[in-house]
């Protein structure tokens, strides 16, 4: 069950997707391993058997069955590094994963805008549709939010509906980083949902 983004309201009192699971339950103490500052690039790494997509001070973690895609880049503006994760490319209709938007000290746009700007900039996509935004509880951040909708993805092989959580995410003073959970249209729950919620922050040194 999500701890965070909240579905649609007629299956909000089934599915409880706000940030409240965890309310009160307390935070385990991060692994090393899975520590990182924000410069650090990502890597992925395996603690007690699962892997972790590490980086940028935060970590999550991912199926066995993910692959990394093109080496980490720095963003158009410079504001970013970018990176992405995800099932295989061949996956059909889509292969789902997160597109990586990593925060850069005192650069680009921060939480007190950048979720609006993303919902403005998502609305102009063919078949819009919002399905929820609100607070997010990332445990170790500063303050976090989402945005959860749904799109028209114009691809080689045709057009696919697909759902989209950006988690925005305050990693530190000055430092917002934006994360894209994407899969196809009622796959996301089953391919996304377990890495979304296990998404912290965890600054530090790395082991």
Do not use: N
Request: aromatic share 6%; proline share 5%.
């Amino acid at each position: 069950m999500s701890r965070r983004a909240a579905r649609p309201l007629l299956l909000a009192a089934l599915v409880l997707l706000a940030a409240t699971v965890l309310a009160g339950c307390g935070q385990e103490e991060a692994d090393p391993a899975t520590r990182s500052e924000v410069g650090t690039g990502f890597q992925v790494v395996t603690v007690e058997g699962r892997r972790h997509v590490v980086g940028h001070g935060i970590e999550m973690q991912v199926p066995a069955s993910w692959v990394t895609y093109e080496a980490e880049k720095e963003g158009t503006d410079g504001s970013t590094w970018e990176w992405a994760a995800g099932l295989p490319a061949a996956t059909r209709p889509l292969p789902a994963g997160v597109q990586y938007s990593m925060g850069r000290p005192g650069e680009g746009v921060q939480l007190d805008t950048l979720p609006e700007g993303a919902k403005k900039l998502a609305e102009t996509s063919p078949g819009f549709t919002l399905l929820d935004e609100g607070e997010a509880d990332v445990p170790g951040a500063k303050d976090a939010r989402f945005l959860r909708f749904e799109r028209d993805l114009q691809l080689e092989s045709g057009t696919v509906r697909v759902e989209q959580v950006s988690l925005f995410v305050e990693v530190d003073k000055g430092v917002t980083s934006t994360l894209r959970f994407i899969a196809a249209a009622g796959d996301w729950d089953e391919q996304m949902e377990s890495a979304y919620d296990s998404v912290r922050v965890s600054l530090g040194k790395p082991a």
